[in-house]
């Protein structure tokens, strides 16, 4: 599956999509803007002249209102007057005009915010970056090509600003490590931001496989606080990766009737078998982790309380793991807005304080991209085929990804967000697969056939010790 931008970014029909950074803002707001039915393109910010024509319309005007935009097709670019080489931003009272229109009529209004003077990285003064308070997506772009070159002014539009963010002297290479100070400081890659944005940092220009390694290595840091983080060579129009949030989910609600007595709470390497597998979730970098009781509620909490994970009880468990699937969804809409935002140590943001880094804003599915399904007697799940599920998804943002052994479809399961209202509607004791003819199935093959293993009997638990050294 060949992501486009606007998948990637998962815009809605009537986003307000602003675009900020360096390195290629332009270029992206144009390539969504060709991926839509229609959009309005506008500027808070000067626009250079020869970029007029990457639209089908231009209008010009040093007005408050603009005429002629009904029955819109293709790309509408709304800017002020010439000015030399350069188009003036519209005034705030025709923008506002514009969004109402853009909204009234579910077209997406597409807002560059930014100004780099066609360098790949930048900081901001103290006026930038002027974002539209009713931004729905902010969009960061980055120019991975900034990455190894010295912090100066050939390389980074207002490097003086970029060395006080970054901590980096002028003349010194510029690392990732450099760059993500600077993507997460508060008076830099979130400034301005509004509090109830989608935030998505764009790390563009990752050309070579040398700077998509390095785009890997920020998009661990990155997370916390984007809700997205795209590594893309817009030029060559590939996405290579979109990496997002993903919760685990984990089903442990069963009566175990046929076992005899709660499999949950089978021993597995010393711990019970649902503390292994959320401990599995939690290190493989799920977030949220859900864990879903239900029938010996008690029990199975109790074994699980001390670990960083969110509780459901089930109390409709006898109707199925349906029930389960919807609690766990459920589980997943934390209350602070997009932009709630942690506390300020150092003028740096503390990533490590315990709060949830913006993955509300409604219910979306809490702002996830996906969810990874496990069950409670599966504690032989590994770190290695979870994290390949995600590394799957992000390569093409498919509906459901499931490892494939043996040609036979195993646990655990990762689901888009996209699935997530097929998913709140299963009924019975029919799980996640009740849905798979609804949506395309990305196989991810996989050699290691426990995935296959799990636990009616103690029969069936007898074999699973001996293959998994309890």
């Not at 093409?396 to 699935?419: C, H, I, K, S, W």
Request: proline letters at 7%; glycine letters at 10%; aromatic letters at 6%.
């Amino acid at each position: 599956m060949s992501l486009t931008l606007a998948r990637a970014l998962r815009v809605d029909p009537a986003a307000c999509v602003a675009f900020i950074g360096a390195g290629g803002k332009t270029t992206a707001m144009f390539k969504l803007a060709r991926q839509l039915p229609a959009a309005i393109v506008t500027a808070t910010t000067h626009l250079g002249i020869w970029q007029a024509p990457l639209a089908d319309h231009h209008i010009a005007t040093a007005g408050d209102t603009v005429e002629g935009i009904e029955n819109l097709q293709g790309v509408l670019l709304v800017t002020g007057e010439p000015e030399g080489e350069r188009l003036k931003p519209i005034s705030p009272p025709l923008l506002q005009r514009l969004y109402q229109y853009c909204q009234t009529n579910a077209i997406p209004l597409l807002v560059e915010a930014d100004g780099s003077r066609q360098k790949p990285l930048k900081a901001w003064a103290e006026h930038e970056p002027p974002i539209p308070a009713f931004a729905s997506l902010v969009v960061h772009v980055a120019g991975l090509s900034g990455l190894g070159k010295p912090l100066s002014d050939e390389n980074v539009h207002r490097a003086d600003i970029f060395a006080e963010l970054s901590g980096l002297n002028i003349g010194e290479r510029i690392s990732p490590e450099a760059l993500t100070r600077v993507l997460t400081h508060p008076q830099g890659g979130w400034k301005n931001i509004p509090t109830t944005a989608r935030r998505a940092a764009l790390l563009n220009q990752a050309d070579t496989a040398d700077l998509q390694s390095a785009a890997q290595t920020l998009t661990s840091s990155l997370l916390p606080l984007y809700q997205a983080v795209l590594i893309s060579s817009l030029l060559h129009d590939q996405i290579h990766a979109v990496h997002e949030p993903i919760a685990g989910i984990v089903l442990a609600a069963g009566e175990s009737k046929r076992f005899g007595k709660p499999k949950q709470l089978l021993n597995w390497r010393g711990q019970p078998f649902v503390r292994a597998v959320a401990q599995t979730a939690l290190r493989a970098g799920l977030s949220p982790v859900v864990v879903v009781t239900g029938a010996n509620a008690e029990a199975v909490e109790a074994a699980v309380r001390d670990l960083e994970v969110v509780i459901v009880r089930n109390e409709a468990w006898q109707s199925g793991q349906g029930s389960s699937v919807r609690e766990g969804l459920r589980a997943l809409t934390p209350p602070p807005p997009f932009g709630h935002l942690p506390p300020i140590r150092n003028g740096k943001l503390d990533l490590h304080h315990p709060l949830d880094f913006g993955l509300g804003g409604g219910w979306e599915g809490g702002g996830v991209g996906g969810a990874v399904f496990l069950l409670a007697d599966q504690p032989q799940v590994t770190t290695t085929v979870i994290q390949a599920l995600r590394e799957k998804h992000a390569e093409g943002l498919y509906p459901v990804v499931v490892p494939l052994v043996l040609d036979r479809r195993g646990n655990p399961v990762l689901f888009d967000r996209t699935t997530f209202p097929d998913l709140l509607s299963i009924e019975g004791d029919s799980g996640g697969r009740a849905i798979f003819h609804k949506h395309r199935v990305e196989y991810l093959p996989w050699h290691d056939d426990s995935l296959l293993l799990d636990v009616d009997t103690p029969e069936q638990y007898e074999r699973l010790i001996a293959n998994g050294d309890v």
